[in-house]
């Protein structure tokens, strides 16, 4: 066997006693095996940073509507107070859930209650009195005020509607 030799800056070789030929096996540096370590652990943990970065928007995006549709059917009622004094031919914004939602009291004395969100690309409806139509302002969208059917451009849904009941401390707007 062969002795060893040590040199500044240079893994310290030893023999191997149980090798038939004798060859060498490198001995590091307890310090450089911490550093290796202390190296593998923070790659590894910016890693898993970098992974947690990029998977984050990914899970929102596919969790969305999932999470939306639950809370749009958490509220099933709201109850306006004080909306059955509104005049007739005029319109009362209001949220409902999380969505806006509008309450038309026509000229007629019909009461209608519809979302106000606009099923071409979710802009917020407006009820237009002296047009006698729901116009929705990012497309040119039309809906009758009425039924919340789509009358001309480019909404491929009507809007949904929702049952009212005037009462006198206030109108109740349910799902339909």
């Known amino acids: 066997m062969s002795d060893s030799i040590s040199v500044p800056n240079l893994p310290l070789t030893v023999p191997v006693a149980d090798d038939p030929l004798d060859h060498p096996r490198i001995v590091e540096d307890p310090g450089e095996i911490r550093t290796r370590r202390f190296f593998l652990a923070a790659a590894g943990a910016a890693g898993l940073l970098y992974t947690a970065a990029l998977a984050y928007p990914i899970y929102r995006y596919l969790a969305s509507p999932e999470e939306m549709a639950l809370s749009a059917t958490a509220v099933t009622e709201v109850t306006l107070k004080d909306a059955q004094k509104l005049p007739a031919g005029s319109v009362l914004m209001f949220k409902f859930g999380t969505s806006p939602a509008m309450l038309i009291h026509h000229a007629d004395g019909r009461w209608i209650s519809m979302t106000a969100v606009c099923t071409h690309l979710g802009c917020t409806v407006q009820y237009e009195p002296q047009?006698?139509?729901?116009?929705?302002?990012?497309?040119?969208?039309v809906y009758n005020p009425y039924t919340g059917a789509n009358v001309s451009g480019p909404p491929p849904k009507p809007l949904k509607l929702f049952k009212v009941a005037v009462t006198d401390a206030g109108v109740e707007v349910s799902r339909a």
Request: aromatic share 0%.
């Open 131 to 141: 047009a006698d139509r729901i116009h929705c302002a990012c497309h040119g969208g």
